[in-house]
């Protein structure tokens, strides 16, 4: 077995890679989509493990893009080896480990279920950083928002609400973890033309003509069925306790409800209590957890 630089005669094999083995990965950035627009470049550093015959037994490559830069980290896209053998796991570390110079960390999403690759994380040295669950709600029966006087719900404005949206979002997540890096309006500008984009799912939550809370609801797959995911939902740090983030949260159901699904999905990290106890009081249920594992160079 051998690690080597992915080449671009090998790039059809790794897509296959990934599609038979992401079910038991955190698959944020394998699907079908993801993988069809992935290249060969600077923000994509990859390498493989290959057998003898060049058949492909293991896989890392990190996203490293502009956001993550800027937040001197680097993301796994994927991280595995087919025979879960420590040694080939450094093997693979050890190479992408070379493109991290400028960097504070790198980490990586893990199934709680899978126990194997949680303890070659041990092994590596890896520390938790946090949990984060996935809640989806299956019932879309709900009440109307009750939206409070001097208050009002916009649908998002491509070309004009740019900067409203990441200043809610930046103020609100500044803290949160793996949050933390500021986006960008370069960043919302390109949200219209993604291929989970619903028309009206992007709202923005006035008080007079302050923005103070946006949520965004985009389509997404669950269990191989449509379903559509909420977030992020951010309220201004001031604007917080007043219930305002029901209030974006139900109108984020109601929507989905009105564009036909029968199910919405959110994430939420495991210390943000707060949250979390809105969400189960609004009918979600906890489907799925992953522990982030992080790397301090």
Same mark, same amino acid.
């Given at each position: 077995m051998k690690v080597e630089a992915l080449k671009m005669e090998q790039l059809e094999n790794l897509k296959e890679y990934c599609k038979k083995h992401r079910k038991e990965l955190d698959d944020s950035f394998l699907y079908d989509e993801d993988l069809h627009n992935f290249k060969i470049d600077g923000e994509n550093p990859t390498y493989i493990l290959t057998d003898s015959s060049g058949n492909i037994k293991g896989a890392a490559s990190l996203i490293l893009d502009d956001y993550h830069r800027r937040g001197k980290r680097a993301r796994f896209?994927?991280? /595995? !080896?087919?025979s879960h053998d420590g040694q080939y796991y450094k093997q693979l570390f050890e190479e992408i @480990? =070379?493109?991290? =110079? !400028? @960097?504070? /960390?790198?980490f990586l999403f893990v199934p709680l279920l899978n126990q194997k690759l949680k303890d070659v994380m041990e092994k590596l040295k890896f520390d938790v950083e946090r949990y984060t669950f996935l809640l989806v709600r299956e019932d879309l029966e709900v009440r109307e928002p009750s939206i409070p006087e001097g208050f009002e719900i916009r649908s998002f404005r491509p070309g004009t609400d740019e900067d409203a949206w990441c200043m809610v979002r930046n103020a609100a997540f500044s803290d949160l973890k793996g949050s933390e890096t500021a986006i960008t309006p370069e960043m919302v500008a390109k949200m219209p033309s993604e291929s989970d984009y619903l028309d009206g799912g992007m709202m923005i939550l006035f008080e007079n003509e302050k923005p103070v809370g946006v949520v965004r609801g985009s389509d997404d797959e669950y269990e191989d069925s449509p379903i559509m995911n909420i977030g992020p939902l951010a309220i201004l740090p001031e604007y917080q306790g007043k219930g305002l983030g029901r209030v974006l949260l139900r109108a984020a159901i109601q929507f989905s409800k009105e564009k036909g699904y029968k199910r919405c999905v959110l994430c939420v990290n495991a210390d943000n209590e707060q949250a979390k106890a809105l969400y189960l009081q609004e009918g979600f249920v906890e489907a799925e957890g992953v522990v982030c594992y992080r790397y301090e160079m």
């Open positions: 896209r994927i991280f /595995h !080896s087919e @480990l =070379k493109h991290t =110079k !400028s @960097l504070d /960390h790198v």
